[in-house]
């Protein structure tokens, strides 16, 4: 049974910074491609970053140059370090993982076929 299961949101002010993980189980971890997505009230969910089993990245434009995606494969883990957050970033992040091979992961989530429960990024100006 293929579980992910994200941690680390919360409430910062514009300009911090947080770290996002997402623990998998249940799969062979290093063979997926992985993304964070986001989805603000009211808005479409969209893709944030993405990582594919060579460490290949993607971003999207509004996150490039402040968010970092990593992974540890001996931890079937999977990060998203954000920095320099604005208030626009405010959203329920979620992981995702694809079984099959995307080469920098992809931002559609038309490819995903795991979903975690989500956690909360709050920004304040």
């Known amino acids: 049974q293929v579980q992910l299961v994200e941690s680390g949101g919360g409430s910062v002010q514009a300009g911090g910074s947080l770290r996002l993980s997402c623990a998998t189980s249940g799969y062979t971890y290093s063979t997926y491609s992985m993304g964070w997505f986001r989805q603000a009230p009211g808005k479409e969910r969209e893709g944030v970053a993405a990582?594919?089993?060579?460490?290949?990245?993607t971003y999207a434009d509004s996150v490039k140059g402040r968010f970092t995606i990593s992974q540890d494969n001996a931890k079937n883990t999977l990060y998203l370090q954000m920095n320099s957050l604005k208030p626009e970033d405010t959203a329920m992040y979620y992981c995702a993982a694809a079984q099959w091979y995307l080469y920098g992961g992809s931002l559609h989530d038309k490819f995903y076929n795991y979903w975690g429960q989500g956690t909360q990024v709050t920004v304040s100006s």
């Open positions: 990582i594919d089993r060579d460490g290949v990245t």
